[in-house]
């Protein structure tokens, strides 16, 4: 018994010296989770580095006070992927005091129902409320409708359909263009339903030749999260190189995780415009920041959360469900092969 209150004697009397050795040498301490960040610690650094650097589309990480002082309003437009895309940017770009990401996304909406939504109307309210320095575009998963026009009705694809719908992404270009945005249309990534790939594929294909037609950016995202072949995964590298569930169970959506990589992709773009200078930097700025100061007090948490948007769990307007939105998709089930 003596011998044994000695010995544990002996060990409590050398735990001091223990954890100021472990304090020094960074072991032995509990871990605190941090926030997901674009910037890692220093432990991780050289991970992330080699991504971007593998990836030149992907923003290295940049030493605080290495970029000049201005400020720019990017605004994300589109459906429930441009929920997911804004604050996978908020991460990607909230350290860089030169961006303020802001959301007009809406779920459930394209550019085939007029009726039930007006992005070009969308986009004048947001304009005389906020300056739209950058827009950043994701949309299409809504749009596999039949349009009617005039009393006609045009289907999916069809030559009348396609002309009035390179219009409407025309207009919907234009009206940007008039409020000063530079624009960055977004390509669709890949999904899980062979079917539903190749529409959004053809999507794909009219953005991009209509982002040509208009000079503006166009970001293909297709295989941002898909495998070596191209080809849906549900899993797969994030941003740090670790593997991540990055999609999320529609087979449509992603996880926090792939949003921040699709996020990386396009925020790359846009980094490399604006380090370039090709992006003005934004006139009235200061009334976003005025406006996210106020709500600060009100207290408004400062940046997104997963379920404040619905990201594990992502929401529809599902009491007007429509024949070829993602949510009908979705809700009837689909093939798989």
Do not use: C
């Amino acid at each position: 018994m003596g011998r044994a209150a000695g010995r544990y004697g002996a060990w409590w009397a050398r735990l001091p010296a223990a954890l100021a050795l472990g304090a020094l040498l960074g072991f032995g301490l509990p871990a605190v989770a941090e926030p997901l960040t674009i910037t890692p610690p220093a432990a991780r650094q050289e991970a992330v580095t080699n991504v971007a650097l593998a990836n030149p589309a992907l923003p290295a990480t940049v030493a605080p006070g290495s970029r000049q002082e201005a400020h720019y309003n990017v605004i994300v437009f589109g459906d429930s992927l441009g929920d997911g895309v804004w604050a996978g940017l908020y991460h990607v770009l909230h350290k860089d005091k030169r961006f303020t990401v802001i959301r007009k996304s809406r779920v459930a909406t394209g550019l085939v129902r007029r009726d039930y939504f007006d992005w070009n109307e969308a986009v004048r309210e947001a304009a005389a409320d906020t300056p739209i320095d950058i827009a950043v575009i994701v949309m299409g998963t809504n749009d596999r409708q039949t349009i009617v026009q005039e009393g006609a009705r045009h289907a999916l694809f069809e030559p009348k359909w396609r002309e009035i719908y390179d219009a409407r992404v025309d207009d919907f270009t234009k009206t940007l263009k008039e409020a000063g945005a530079r624009i960055y249309w977004v390509g669709l990534p890949v999904m899980r339903s062979s079917g539903f790939e190749r529409d959004m594929e053809t999507f794909s294909g009219i953005f991009e030749a209509r982002a040509e037609a208009n000079g503006i950016t166009f970001i293909p995202t297709h295989d941002v999260a898909a495998d070596g072949d191209g080809k849906y995964q549900a899993y797969g590298l994030d941003g740090a190189g670790k593997k991540r569930l990055l999609r999320s169970e529609d087979g449509i959506h992603f996880t926090m995780a792939g949003y921040e990589l699709l996020a990386r992709k396009i925020g790359g773009v846009i980094l490399a415009d604006v380090d370039a200078g090709a992006v003005a930097a934004g006139a009235g700025a200061d009334r976003a920041l005025a406006a996210q100061t106020v709500a600060a007090k009100d207290g408004t948490p400062a940046g997104p959360s997963a379920a404040a948007i619905g990201l594990k769990r992502q929401v529809y307007d599902v009491a007007d469900i429509r024949t070829g939105r993602s949510d009908d998709w979705r809700w009837k089930g689909a093939d798989v092969k």
